[in-house]
């Protein structure tokens, strides 16, 4: 083919020859794009129901670019253009960028690690620091998350490498621990059953594994329990709700009252005190009693 | 199969038919080129019994369009989940013995649509709500329902129609004792057939080899061998495998103390 662009004057442009050759040129730019798009929705086919998602979106993103980058080198050589001092001056221009841009090169880095290590996938909900969303894509710089309230968060793939990740979604089941505590004179033989009876009752909770309930201290305000039932992950908010409800009204039918913070105010003088008791009624006002 | 609740449905002009199959409440009435089907739970906080209107006001329809003159059948499926079912008290099986056991497994109802001929499955409901369960170990157990019936020795002598019985045949190949308090059958695996008036699954064998072994169950080809006439009433969900090997016992060693 010619190299029009060798010399580059009008009547070199307007020859004959030298427009059927760039024709055929974009003819065959055009082509060879048809083609790589034919190339990665293959790809992209072959590799979705064998791979997950982001290695999918990687490998397609690659041969995309790698393809993109292909085409226009041979249509420039095919046009006489000398590739030399592009590439010259690509590679200056890279190493320049390069430096420039060492946090990106450790986000890529960290990418691929993440894609290797299949810490989460697309889909999965995962908590970053205080960070918790859906993951919407895997990119070789970052991480893109939805968060529930809907907004659009970027964490860069290096953050991601270097924090405490966690998948909350990674396996079927979850257990959910609830913190409680119960009045001293409580009987905790009947909060246990309460208990045991609004996870066996409930339709959220699995009955296997069994629910825990563990007295953990002797608290300020009463005894500390935790009461720990699984679930399936997908019914976190409506197990949550579900099993909430249930702990007020079964302890409140029991007369069994959950403590709260209490505050005694003393008041008198120095020969005589008093102290003022919160009552929980709601008409009763403040029960104030002499202390000998 | 009780004609009165599986079957093509008459539905009345102007109104709307109720069955009532295991604890699901299913109603359904059609209205120009849809079909409205509801469905409660009598366990639920709907008041079925309410005489006043108030309950008809609650129900909630669903609409799925089709074609005028469209038949409605109510068909009978099992799970999509195993289940797991508990004997009242843990079985021991000495080794070289098997024992014969029944599980009834409530059926899920299938509204199948017919228009054109062919058969659409509009919606699929369990005529029994049932809590879901872990069965095997915490990282590679998998999700099944749980039923509160317990596993039995005999047929249930009464045939509910909201359940098909499985039987289970359970050989101990080991030099151990087997003893178990739980088992879990796959139901997505299973046949459904129709024989002396009520439904039956394949029948399911497990051989336990040892402790250390997986169990080896198989799904029998073909209704139960005490009903060889049985027909097929519903095919499995997913296609079971000739042997398939899974874990199916949950072991108590005496020595661990369980």
Known sequence: MVGVFRELDLDTLLDPGAIIAIVQVLFWAVVGFLVLRVLVFVIRRLLHRRTTAQVTMLVTKAVNYTGLAAIAAISLLELGVNLTPILGAAGIVGLAVGIASQASLSNVISGLFLVSEKPFAIGDVIRIGETVGVVVSIDLLSVKLRSFDNLFIRVPNEKIAGEQLTTITRFPIRRFDFSLTVPYDADLATVFSILKAIAAESTLCLREPAPIIIPLEFGDQGVKLLFGVWFEKADFVAMRTQVTTAILKRFGDAGIRLSMPRVAVYSGGTDQLFVVRPDHSATASPRIDPIE | ?258
């Open chain 2, 1 to 258: 199969m009780d004609p009165e609740l599986w079957g093509q449905l008459t539905i009345p002009d102007d109104g709307h038919i109720v069955r009532c199959i295991g604890d699901a409440v299913i109603r359904a009435r059609t209205l120009d080129d849809e079909w409205e089907i509801a469905r409660s739970y009598l366990d639920s906080h709907s008041d079925e019994d309410a005489s006043d209107g108030s309950a008809e006001a609650q129900i909630a329809w669903t609409r799925f369009v089709t074609v005028r003159n469209d038949t409605l059948t109510l068909k009978p499926g099992l799970p999509d989940r195993p289940v797991v079912v508990r004997p009242e008290s843990p079985i021991v099986i000495l080794p070289g013995r098997w024992g014969r056991f029944f599980v009834s497994i409530p059926l899920w109802i299938r509204f199948v649509s017919g228009a054109a001929g062919k058969d659409t499955v509009m919606e699929e409901v369990p005529s029994t709500v049932l809590p879901s369960t872990w069965f095997g170990d915490i990282g590679t157990g998998e999700l099944c329902y749980a039923l509160d019936v317990p596993l039995r020795r005999d047929v249930d002598p009464v045939a509910d129609p909201g359940v098909a019985t499985c039987e289970v045949r359970v050989t101990n190949g080991s030099k151990e004792r087997l003893r178990f308090e739980r088992i879990c059958v796959h139901a997505e695996h299973m046949r459904l057939y129709l024989a002396d008036g009520r439904l039956w699954t394949n029948e399911v064998r497990v051989v336990f080899r040892g402790t250390d072994q997986v169990s080896q169950l198989t799904f029998r080809n073909g209704p139960p061998e005490r009903h060889p006439s049985g027909v097929v009433v519903c095919e499995p969900r997913v296609a079971p495998e000739s042997s398939l090997i899974k874990r199916s016992f949950t072991l108590f060693r005496e020595i661990t103390g369980f």
